[in-house]
């Protein structure tokens, strides 16, 4: 079993930064492959920005290509998501995802390829 925790949801004004972390924890070995996904009310889960923990390699989606960051702290089982340059659009709760034992074909930005979820934490963005 797998347990993810996100945490730095917060409120910001509009071009202002934050920055959220995932914890992993509950397995004898890492995840693959980590993931960042947003769901704003109304709206699908958007993929975000992925991370492959061997190597570091990374993925974003266009929406936040330039304006965030995905990052790791092997040591401390943690993946981070850099984010910049806030707008209001960026408003909503925002999930980390986790690839454990299976394989990320598609660049990770697509839920099926995750099967771990964090519960998620709020970002909301005034302007």
């Known amino acids: 079993q797998v347990y993810l925790a996100e945490s730095g949801g917060d409120s910001v004004q509009a071009g202002g930064s934050l920055r959220l972390s995932c914890s992993e924890s509950?397995?004898?070995?890492?995840?693959?492959?980590m993931g960042w996904f947003r769901q704003a009310p109304g709206k699908k889960r958007e993929g975000l920005a992925s991370i492959e923990i061997s190597n570091g390699r990374t993925n974003y989606a266009d929406s936040v290509k330039g304006r965030f960051t995905v990052s790791q702290d092997k040591a401390k089982n943690a993946v981070f998501l850099q984010m910049n340059d806030l707008k209001p659009e960026d408003t909503a709760i925002y999930f980390c995802?986790?690839?454990?034992?299976?394989?990320?074909?598609?660049?990770?930005?697509?839920?099926?390829?995750?099967?771990?979820w964090g519960q998620g934490t709020q970002v909301t963005v005034s302007s």
């Open positions: 995802a986790a690839a454990h034992g299976i394989a990320v074909i598609d660049g990770g930005l697509a839920q099926y390829e995750y099967n771990y």
């Open positions: 509950g397995a004898a070995y890492r995840s693959n492959y």
